[in-house]
């Protein structure tokens, strides 16, 4: 590959990599990695692998991490639309599967957008505690939305606020955070030549300031004993182990927790305990990672030097959730569909917003004033005591958790038909279908139709059609 890299680059490259500069210049010819990541609130990695129609090899530091071959295309497999997996490149994989979240945690996402690292984070909750994820951009946060809802993941809420904003409402709230943070994207030149463009305009010294302003809102909502992921798709060395030197040396109640290593990973440049990945050494891009944690005790409370005080963030834009309790005794029909599915719920935690019926995460904190694009699961909507359920609750069912479905197979036609929108006929032994029927491929499923008989009115949300 022919790309024209910054001079200033190359220097700081052949300074932080002596000897093995010229490898990493070589692997500009090497063709990239292609990676997806299994979505383990569906099945398991093994089973993925069995069931895929392509040949697939682990990624040998992910456990739910496999390569493929650019011949597959398995953005237009109807598992991909049944959430089964998640495209994402392979070194990208690594920061989500190295904080230690367990289900019950309160997580944030502060800088969420595409959604790659959050769908892995909501996995990881299985259904329990909350994921909040993040991002300022609302653009970015609505792809981040349907990323989320398409695996699954209905104890996530998604914001599109300031890390300032989002400091003022939750001090000291979350146990796991990640913050996967804006950079000069140096480990992307290989991937995406056009970025060195973006580098020659800001570069390092425009993006650490901004990293280190993330930071420190980050390290006021951790909790004492929680962990903070910081994480760069880049190499330099002042927007990596001298951002987080800089928090080590601004908040004393921050420690490093050593990352391990592993085949091809290297340590910190000049920093003991972070982890660097380059493309000369792994199938995959560049990528830093290090890992925080808040001390407990004495010192875990605040920590914080007198730092300069941004200006704070504006309030244009938000807008409050006006929440009301859903009465499952005045809305049958709601009732009636919750009762068909085989899922527990708490009355408590079912609100009204806008006509939207919405399941709150547990944890969920009203009253905030943030700018919510969802809070919690979309359940569907009512209107004059007539539901709908939503394409979101779809995806957070399956064969097995809903009475009335019906399941085609992966090959069968009508799976791509009901992608579509097309109306599905039924065939001897399929129906009859009557009222909200689930329609699944293998027992995933895809989203809802309308049964009459042995015929399926489409109800696919027409944003996620098959194009």
Request: charged residues 25%; glycine residues 10%; proline residues 6%.
């Amino acid at each position: 590959m022919k790309i024209e890299l910054p001079e200033n680059f190359c220097r700081e490259m052949k300074a932080l990599l002596g000897d093995e500069y010229e490898q990493y210049i070589a692997s500009f010819d090497r063709p990239r990695s292609l990676g997806l990541r299994v979505n383990t609130l569906r099945w398991t990695p093994g089973e993925c692998r069995q069931r895929l129609p392509w040949p697939t090899e682990p990624v040998g530091w992910v456990e739910n991490g496999f390569f493929y071959d650019e011949s597959a295309n398995p953005s237009k497999d109807p598992y991909y639309y049944a959430g089964l997996y998640y495209l994402q490149e392979p070194s990208a994989m690594t920061p989500a599967s190295l904080l230690p979240v367990e289900p019950g945690d309160m997580v944030l996402d502060l800088c969420a957008a595409p959604g790659g690292k959050s769908t892995e984070l909501g996995a990881r909750l299985k259904g329990r505690g909350m994921l909040v994820a993040n991002d300022i951009s609302s653009s970015r946060a609505k792809a981040l939305l349907k990323n989320l809802e398409l695996s699954g993941i209905g104890n996530s809420c998604v914001t599109s606020e300031t890390p300032e904003r989002l400091a003022s409402a939750f001090p000291g709230f979350f146990h796991k955070i990640l913050v996967d943070a804006p950079c000069s994207g140096e480990g992307m030149f290989r991937k995406n030549p056009d970025m060195t463009a973006d580098w020659r305009e800001k570069g390092p010294k425009h993006y650490s300031p901004l990293q280190r302003a993330i930071l420190k809102e980050a390290v006021k909502m951790l909790k004492p004993g929680g962990y903070l992921l910081y994480s760069t798709c880049t190499f330099s060395r002042q927007e990596d182990e001298e951002t987080v030197r800089w928090a080590l040396e601004n908040f004393s109640n921050m420690e490093l927790t050593p990352l391990p290593l592993f085949d091809g990973a290297c340590g910190g440049a000049g920093l003991s305990g972070c982890l660097r990945l380059f493309p000369h050494k792994i199938r995959g891009e560049g990528h830093f990672m290090a890992l925080l944690r808040k001390k407990t005790g004495k010192g875990g409370g605040g920590g914080e030097r007198n730092l300069p005080e941004e200006r704070p963030a504006s309030r244009a834009g938000s807008r409050r959730e006006s929440m009301v309790r859903v009465n499952l005794d005045e809305e049958k029909e709601l009732r009636a569909f919750l009762e068909d599915t085989r899922l527990t719920w708490e009355s408590s935690r079912l609100v009204n917003i806008q006509d939207m019926i919405c399941y709150l995460p547990e944890g969920f904190r009203a009253g905030l004033g943030l700018r919510y694009l969802r809070t919690g699961l979309l359940v569907g909507t009512v209107k004059k005591g007539r539901f709908e359920p939503s394409q979101a609750m779809a995806m957070v069912l399956g064969e097995e958790l809903y009475a009335n479905t019906v399941s085609f197979d992966r090959d069968d036609q009508r799976v791509i038909r009901y992608l579509k929108g097309e109306t599905i006929a039924l065939e001897d032994g399929e129906g009859p279908r009557k009222g909200w029927c689930l329609v699944c491929v293998d027992g995933f499923a895809l989203g809802f139709a309308k049964g009459n008989q042995m015929t399926l009115k489409n109800k696919y949300y027409p944003g996620w059609r098959w194009q």
